[in-house]
């Protein structure tokens, strides 16, 4: 069973960028398509992008397009967010989920693995 583990959250000031990483352990990621959801304070997890398990695919909300980048590397087994020009409603805790399917999903009900989550906070 593949297990996932963040990496690359921290404080930031707006208009900076971050790198988070999703590693994978316990099975290979080429397997999965992957995706990224958020959660701030008293408010629902969201969706950020997703990619497939190819990286032929990607979808973005529409918050952050443009600003967000997702990649995956199948070979080291992870799968990164790249967040440019961040801003203070970016604020949140940022999971990364995999699904043991072809297609991509925007709902994380559709995701069977999770991470414990990164704390991502930009500064005003």
């Known amino acids: 069973q593949v297990q996932l583990v963040e990496s690359g959250g921290g404080l930031v000031q707006a208009g900076g960028s971050l790198r988070l990483s999703c590693a994978a352990s316990?099975?290979?990621?080429?397997?999965?398509?992957m995706g990224w959801f958020r959660q701030a304070p008293g408010k629902e997890r969201e969706f950020v992008g997703c990619?497939?398990?190819?990286?032929?695919?990607?979808y973005y909300a529409d918050s952050v397009k443009g600003r967000f980048s997702i990649s995956r590397d199948n070979v080291k087994n992870t799968m990164y967010l790249q967040m440019n020009s961040l801003k203070s409603e970016d604020t949140a805790v940022y999971y990364c989920?995999?699904?043991?399917?072809?297609?991509?999903?925007?709902?994380?009900?559709?995701?069977?693995?999770w991470g414990q989550g990164t704390q991502v906070t930009v500064s005003s």
């Open positions: 316990g099975g290979t990621l080429s397997s999965y398509s």
């Open positions: 989920a995999g699904r043991s399917n072809i297609y991509v999903s925007t709902r994380s009900d559709d995701y069977g693995y």
């Open positions: 990619i497939s398990y190819r990286a032929t695919t990607t």
